[in-house]
Structure formats: C-alpha cells, structure tokens
C-alpha cells in the first residue's frame, strides 16, 4: 500500500485530494501537511495531519521518513496574484519549498507531483493550441517559479533518478474550495455572485479567454499521472492538460441558461488582467492523452450545471 504526503493539503487542489486519497488509500495511508492547520476541521479529524512550514527542511524530512513515505504530492506554493505582490516570498515558497520536497525525495526515494500552471508560459508563447514544447519566458514571479520547478523536477529525474511527474494545471473551479489568490479566481465566485447577488463584477475583461478545468478532473488527472507506466511517459514534468476554454462572457451566458436573470459588468483588476493577458488561450494537450490517457469529463455546460447545483446547497446549509 502506498504512504502519501500531500503538502499544502489545506489549498485549493489539496483539500479536495487528499480526501479522495484517504478514500482509496486508507486514511492512516495519507498523511496531510499545511501552513494553516487550522483553516479545515475535515483534515486534521479524518487522518494524520501535521501544521508545517515547506521551508522548514528538517520537518519535512522528518514526516517522510516517520511515516516512510513513497509518494509526495507538494501542492504547497503562492499562486498568481498574491505573488505578485510578494514575490520575494513566492520565490521562497515556491522553489525552497520544492527543492526541500525533492531532497527528501532523493533521500527516501519517494515519487513526486509538482503542479506547474498556464502560468509557466509568457506572452511570446503562442496563445492558441499551445505546444507541449514550445517557448517559456513567463513575465510573472509566479510563472518563473513553475518554468524553475518543472526544470527543477526535470534535473532530480535525470540526475538523481527521483520519480518526478507534473501537469501544467489551467484555472481551476471547485464547487468545495475558494481560490486564494489567484488570476482566474473570477470562474469560481462567479458561482456564488449569480445565487446571492444575481450580478457580478468581473475583475478580468469580456473576452480575457483562458483554458479552465473542474476540480474532480484535475484530481482524476493528478492521480492518474501518477499511476501511469514510467515507461509510457515521454515528458514526465510538465503535461498541458485542459479541459475547457472559456471567457467571463461564455462563462457568463452559460450561467444565464439557468439564472436569466444573473448579469455581469466589468471592474478589471489592471495586476490581475496583466497576468491573465500574458497566459495562452487555449493549450494543446495532445501528449497528456497519447502519454497517460488524459481525458477530462466535464465540459462547460456540465461543469456549470454542477457547481450551481453544489453552491446552491452550500448556500442554503449556511
Ligand atoms: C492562478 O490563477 O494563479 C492559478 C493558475 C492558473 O495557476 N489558478
């Protein structure tokens, strides 16, 4: 049976995954990690779970060899927005971070997922049907730590032999968890704008369009990713993977379908917009399904149909 870390496990994509892990794995199989111990209840009730800082190496280290750990999942990292506004900070998380993971991981031989993000492309990477392999020079501090991570994941493969997997995540909704910080925050409170409010001021413009994806397939393409044959896999770090592409204004009609009355207005965030501008429209993920099998389930309509549907009972249980 496998022995997990997941790091960052109170985030976005770790909150939801490491539950989904318990419940494959054995909860005492799956060990949570994060900054905010106390930000889920869920976590700390259902399983291991330690209050621990990435930067701290001796307490990573220590976690993986207590539990003889195989596997890590380091989702601990700043994301877009919030690191531009600290990126002195972002750097420290998000590479000391990693490169503590990958040393543990060397140590104790243990496989990694790193997720990188549209974010490791910049705005001279061509924006439709993005390349697997194409030019990276990102112009946020965000994008130069994933292009450095998946280099980094890369370098401990070749050199080291560590088992090192990634997927380059677009934005990502979830019906569970809000996103802290992020440049594609918009697609999830949206969500809950349209059930209270009926209105949303959108913080990126009309037609600002990004590849987005729901978070039970982002969870589905992570532990699918990390479950594939060694020997099928050609890229390893850094897989294009998306599920849909989208604007505020489809994104918006699609809503309406269900909500007529829901409107939308535009109050751009110039540092958010900036960001979002720099991003591809729309990735080409081509070697995610002929390397592993990549195959996402839900599209717009059925994602939109589902998110109303949970936020609406969330709303009403308080
Ligand atoms: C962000 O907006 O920072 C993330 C991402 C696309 O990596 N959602």
Sequence with gaps: MKKILVTGATGQIGSELTLVLRD?????????AAY????????PESGPFYGIDVRDTDSIEQIVADHRCDTIFHLAALLS???EDRPQEAWDINMNGLINVLEASRKHRCSVFFPSSIGAFGPGTPANDTPQDTMQRPTTIYGITKVSGELLCDYYYRRFGVDTRGLRYPGLISSKVLPGGGSTDYAVEIFYAALTARHYDC?????????????PDAI???IRLMNADNNTLRHRNAFNVTAMSFTPAKLAAEIQKHIPDFTIAYA?????QAIASSWPRHMDDSAARAEWGWQPRFDLAAMVRDMLEKIAVKIQNG
């Design 24 to 32: 494959q794995y054995g909860a005492e199989n799956v060990i949570a």
């Design 36 to 43: 905010n111990r106390r930000s889920s209840t869920e976590l």
């Design 81 to 83: 927005a919030v690191a």
């Design 203 to 215: 913080f990126l413009s009309a037609e600002t369009q990004l590849d987005m994806m729901y978070m």
């Design 220 to 222: 589905d393409a992570a």
């Design 268 to 272: 751009i965030d110039p540092v958010r």
